[in-house]
C-alpha cells in the first residue's frame, strides 16, 4: 500500500504532462492541416541536394 503513495503522484504528473503537451499543440496550430500531412507523407518527392 505504501506504493501508492509514491505512484500516484507520478500518474498525476505524467497525467499533467500530457495534457499540457496536448494543449501546446493545440496553440501552436499542429492540429489545423491533417490532410495535407497525409498527402505529403504519399508523395514521392526527392530531394534537390544531390
Known amino acids: 500500500m505504501t506504493v ?15 495534457l499540457a503537451a496536448f494543449l501546446w499543440c493545440l496553440k501552436h496550430h499542429q492540429y489545423e492541416d491533417l490532410q ?3 498527402y ?11
Not at 40 to 50: H, I, M
Request: charged fraction near 15%.
Open 36 to 38: 495535407g500531412a497525409a
Open 4 to 18: 501508492l503513495i509514491y505512484l500516484l503522484p507520478v500518474a498525476l504528473f505524467l497525467g499533467l504532462l500530457g
Open 40 to 50: 505529403r507523407a504519399l508523395t514521392d518527392d526527392e530531394p534537390d541536394g544531390n
